[in-house]
């Protein structure tokens, strides 16, 4: 008896000791996934803070890596905008790494940006100049400008400039005293080209890699993109224009009223008496010509040749479709907030004449707000006063088609008119 209750004890004392064995077992097995989790968080960290780094070397000196914050675009309602979202280098990375389905995410008015979202390298550095925007609001008899360019006759066109445009046209080239220099003011990736009639992301990364911190505190450049978030870009969208856009647009067009390129188109087309007024006369010409409403898909007061050339606009119409949106400022912004998506350059017509990073004038394929835009053409790195002065001297002097060079490239300046005197659309076609 003594020894059959011992064999019972012993089974009792095994069995408890096999569930608490087996219990120990499994602590073991989870401590050890924890620290393997750990170790792989860990690893991903160092990786993609490796790249980071190296990254951040690639920009020249003087260039720092920077993204603006989201740019609101005007509603009836301003009360519901969301803050601006800032997405840095890790995270981008990060999601680029890992394997996930398409996410929509939802973006300003009813536009969504579908799928993963590339890596953008600008850093967000907040909204440019943000400081000196209130006061463009203000009246500009109230505001500070530049000082005045004075090249007196030196600004004058030739007798051959004045009998052919693309000649004033090149010269309007090397006036842009603000043209920014690839390599030490900005940098682009251009990935791969693609026929236009191509589907597909061919492009891995942003188009932008990096643009220098002085570039959008430039007066010109900072009064330009102070106008960007006026507009609506829903086609047909009835403009609500306040009495604060207004200033802004009449000192926009003062401050490049004080550059090289603005007196020598003046100065143009008085000489070839196209105009005959005084110099302040014109400055308004030119607000009435790039800023008065007008309608477009349907709805009066819908579009502006500013808001259609430079800030884009969506049809609504049909198959939605990306019309205008001709400028490089407004792209890289809009990229910098991910509501565009650089999909690759177009090749060019010739064989062998591929462009490059140093390459000024491009023609490319994007999304922006997840809506195909298959072909657009831009001047990469120009002022804004260089393009309003020449698409200005383009419209009053050319016709629908202008063969003319812009420096190196040979380039067919597309000016269509809306009605008898506004511009419905401008934009630079690659030749070479």
């Not at 690893?43 to 951040?56: H, L, P, Y």
């Not at 191509?198 to 330009?224: C, H, I």
């Not at 809009?334 to 060019?348: L, N």
Request: glycine share 8%.
């Amino acid at each position: 008896m003594e020894k059959l209750v011992k064999g019972l004890i012993n089974v009792a004392i095994d069995a408890i000791d096999g569930h608490g064995n087996e219990e120990r077992r499994r602590n073991e097995a989870s401590a050890e996934e924890e620290e393997e989790d750990e170790r792989s968080r860990a690893t991903w960290a160092e990786v993609v803070s490796s790249k980071s780094d190296e990254k951040r070397t690639e920009a020249p000196a003087g260039a720092t890596y920077q993204r603006p914050s989201t740019w609101a675009k005007k509603e009836e309602s301003e009360a519901h905008q969301q803050p601006p979202r800032r997405h840095n280098q890790e995270e981008s990375e990060g999601r680029r790494n890992e394997q996930q389905p398409p996410r929509r995410q939802q973006q300003d008015g009813d536009w969504e940006t579908v799928g993963d979202k590339k890596l953008h390298r600008p850093v967000s550095h907040g909204r440019p100049k943000s400081e000196a925007w209130q006061g463009y609001k203000q009246h500009p008899s109230q505001q500070n400008f530049s000082q005045e360019t004075n090249h007196g006759s030196s600004i004058d066109p030739s007798r051959e400039e004045l009998q052919d445009l693309s000649k004033a046209c090149d010269r309007l080239w090397n006036l842009d005293q603000n043209r920014l220099v690839p390599g030490k003011d900005y940098e682009i990736n251009l990935g791969e080209g693609k026929k236009v009639y191509q589907k597909g992301d061919v492009a891995s990364e942003t188009l932008f890699t990096w643009l220098a911190d002085p570039v959008l505190e430039k007066p010109t450049f900072s009064r330009f993109i102070a106008l960007l978030d006026n507009y609506n870009p829903n086609e047909g969208y009835k403009e609500q224009v306040t009495q604060e856009d207004k200033h802004e647009q009449v000192a926009f067009i003062e401050e490049i009223s004080r550059t090289t390129v603005v007196k020598y188109v003046y100065k143009y087309l008085v000489a070839k008496q196209i105009l005959n007024c005084h110099y302040e006369e014109f400055k308004r010409v030119m607000s009435r010509l790039w800023f008065d409403l007008y309608g477009r898909g349907g709805s009066g007061g819908s579009s502006s040749a500013f808001e259609h050339v430079f800030v884009g606009e969506i049809k609504n119409r049909g198959e939605n479709e990306v019309s205008g949106f001709h400028n490089w400022i407004q792209f890289y912004l809009e990229e910098a907030k991910g509501t565009v998506d650089y999909q690759g350059y177009i090749f060019p017509r010739r064989r062998g004449e591929v462009p490059d990073a140093e390459t000024q004038v491009l023609t490319i394929q994007f999304e922006w707000h997840g809506i195909l835009k298959s072909v657009s053409s831009s001047l990469i790195g120009v002022s804004p006063e260089f393009e309003i002065a020449l698409y200005t001297l383009c419209y009053y002097v050319g016709r629908e088609d202008n063969e003319v060079n812009l420096g190196p490239y040979c380039v067919n300046i597309k000016c269509y008119r809306f009605g008898r005197d506004k511009i419905g659309s401008v934009f630079p076609i690659v030749e070479n």
